[in-house]
């Protein structure tokens, strides 16, 4: 062989010789190192939790692998599982291990099972872990890359409830890596409802503050979007004990923001859009305390125009009673709707501390009222909420025949005892008017027979209503009214001559009906 063949197969060997070498030697160097006691180790250290490892078995080629029978770490200082896995998989560093040292370069979970739970007091179990006291968001991560695969997460909440409710989510596929500049998360996952199921996709990053191997920053953000969502699932966790029972199917999609806090952290919303049976709903939020105490929240949205109803209907009974607007329910109130802009705020740690304000526009709303099942129809208008009360105003529709043309007045203390307050003109016609009339007026005042029993009805009036009382008892509501006549006439067979032209004004009393400046014609004659 030449100088030069020798040269060759020289430099071509040594990177074999030095490959099989270590390769040789790491088993060795495993079995002199207590790795899995340097794993517990780590682990502990920095989930501040005990931690069980199982059998482990070691492969060298194509990497050096760890292969763990199972994986038990418990809950702070207790005995009760808070992740748990059949199989891990720990892929270490080879030149570190040379020096007799064991660097995690990524760690891989089967069908790990989370357990998520917020106690009485709204605590997380899991806050410990995403923050610390400088104002930074600190997630542990051990190695430069995790995943977890097939995953499942149980989220159980004793907060505000006598029974514990529990959220499953399912399929949970994961991986979250670390770099010098930034960790990174992608997500998907699913939530299993009574017929098919949600899917969940989430992205998420979070820039680190400086170099080195702590996790910290002051935020995070990304991307969540969820599809077919059954909001009733979720309705349970939210603090308004009314909203549970809620109901409907929803496509979800927005930009999130998520900044640590010495006190109190937050999470913004924002390119938030929602859709729910062909309706969008847009906007924005702000939630203070997810992870930390918590705090207030600030929610705005516009929608396009929607059936009314279809959110009645999506809403629990309960609500309804809670609040004072039974007759929601009750007077078939539906119609198109549209939420122009709606800004809801409150504490998440106050139950009842929540108002309320925008505006909403009424699009052709219809309802029956009272026990005839009067007809409401074509009811326009703007509602405009300020704080704890909603103001009426351009209102128009039909009650009835009777045309109403303006209506102005409000709504105080929504959240609690709703009262209303509407003053309301229009026109009615002599036939509408002897409708009305039979509803209201004590008997002897129609004939026998009623409206029917009047004929050669005429003329109109100008009619004003004021509506006062509590809505949570309808039946209950004051009725004023006033009536100025223009021209009326009729014929009632209890009177020997038909009346004709009759002007001026009637108006109710507490226990009758007054009279004035009234003039009309009984036949021929001027009255």
Known sequence: MSRVGRKLLWWVALPVVVVTAVGLSLPLILNSINYKALLVWQLENQLNRKVELGNAT?????????ALEGITIFERNSTVPWVSAERVFVDLRIFPLLARKVVVRRVILNSPVVRITRDADGNLNIADLFTSGQGTVNIPILGREIKITDGRIVFTSAFRTDVP???????????????????????????????????????????????GEGSLAKQAEGQLEVRSLDIGQLTPFLESRSLMGGRGIVDAKTDFEYRAGTDEDSLTLKNFRLTADRTAVTGSAVINGVLAKLGVFSVSVTTTPFQLESLINSLPDDMFSEHGFEFLKTSGVGGPIKVNSLRVSGNLGQERSVSVNGEVELLGEHAV????????????????????????????????????????GE??????????????????????????????????????????????????????????GPLAHFEDIRVDW?????GLGFTDPRLPFPLSGIFGKVRALSDGVAFEQVAGNLGGTAL
């Open 411 to 468: 709504i105080t203390h929504l959240t609690d005892g709703p009262g209303l307050y509407l003053a309301v003109k229009g026109n009615v016609s002599a036939q509408e008017l002897a409708v009305i009339a039979a509803r209201f007026a004590p008997p002897g005042v129609l004939p026998p027979a009623g409206p029917q029993g009047l004929s050669g009805l005429t003329g109109e009036a100008d009619a004003t209503v004021l509506l006062s």
């Open 165 to 211: 409710r529990t959220l499953t989510i399912e399929h949970l596929n994961t991986t979250l890596k670390s770099s010098l500049r930034e960790i990174t998360a992608a997500l998907s996952a699913q939530i299993p409802r009574q017929k098919g199921q949600a899917s969940l996709t989430l992205s998420a990053k979070l820039p680190r503050q400086g170099a």
């Open 369 to 408: 009222l009272g026990s005839q099942r009067v007809p409401l129809t074509d009811v326009r208008g703007l509602v405009r909420f300020d704080t704890d009360r909603a103001i009426i105003e351009r209102l128009t529709g039909k009650y009835g025949e009777a045309e109403t043309t303006s209506g102005r």
């Open 482 to 486: 006033e009536l100025n006549a223009r």
């Open 58 to 66: 070691v492969d060298i080629f194509p990497h050096v692998r760890i």
